[in-house]
T-cell receptor, first 114, second 121 residues
């Protein structure tokens, strides 16, 4: 079953604008990861934020995590047409035990128009 | 290329046939995962291995599905007596799980292959 939900389900913006996607989850987590998937392709890992972190940056990406609200956001600044893809959040709820599968949301489909 | 590779990339089969997919993980990674993704959905976990041991199987993995990682390197996923509902993208991922000193548990950054798209007619 899906762990959480991304919001919005679809987002269309102009090149140069910022894109914000949100993710909510249900259980306590060890870390939260964001992935990008171009149409019909595999997933590309973007960024991982641990449960004791509140914000993390990587290039044009900014991720926040609010464990009290069980939510995360992904901000892509100065978007480009090449950012067009589906974006998924995934949670890893295990604390050092034998499990390790990621639980994905349904994704946000981002379209950046040139 | 040192990423995760999968073979074949596409497979079309008739209902009732058996199919086998292969995944080659990143060489130093100790964990290997299989996920299934249907259109418009996120990937759903099927099973994972730590080295050659299969440690967890999802209830999505019916008895028609079997996965192996015999030498702790590449893995195969076999589907017997395929059904139309098996049509999906099958994704493989690998990771190097390690405990971080002072961290809240372990990192589990997973690297995905390009996937095998299965179509069952």
């Amino acid at each position: 079953s899906q762990q959480g939900e991304e919001d919005p389900q679809a987002l269309s913006i102009q090149e140069g604008e910022n894109a914000t996607m949100n993710c909510s989850y249900k259980t306590s987590i060890n870390n939260l990861q964001w992935y990008r998937q171009n149409s019909g392709r595999g997933l590309v890992h973007l960024i991982l934020i641990r449960s004791n972190e509140r914000e993390k940056h990587s290039g044009r990406l900014r991720v926040t995590l609010d464990t009290s609200k069980k939510s995360s956001s992904l901000l892509i600044t100065a978007s480009r047409a090449a950012d067009t893809a589906s974006y998924f959040c995934a949670t890893d709820g295990n604390y050092g035990g034998s499990q390790g599968n990621l639980i994905f949301g349904k994704g946000t489909k981002l379209s950046v128009k040139p | 290329d040192t990423g995760v590779s999968q073979d074949p990339r596409h497979k079309i089969t008739k209902r009732g046939q058996n199919v086998t997919f292969r995944c080659d993980p990143i060489s130093e990674h100790n964990r290997l995962y299989w996920y299934r993704q249907t259109l418009g959905q996120g990937p759903e976990f099927l099973t994972y291995f730590q080295n050659e041991a299969q440690l967890e199987k999802s209830r999505l993995l019916s008895d028609r599905f079997s996965a192996e990682r015999p030498k702790g390197s590449f893995s195969t996923l076999e589907i017997q007596r395929t059904e139309q509902g098996d049509s999906a993208m099958y994704l493989c991922a690998s990771s190097l799980v390690s405990l971080l000193a002072g961290g809240p548990g372990y990192h589990n950054e997973q690297f995905f292959g390009p996937g095998t798209r299965l179509t069952v007619l």
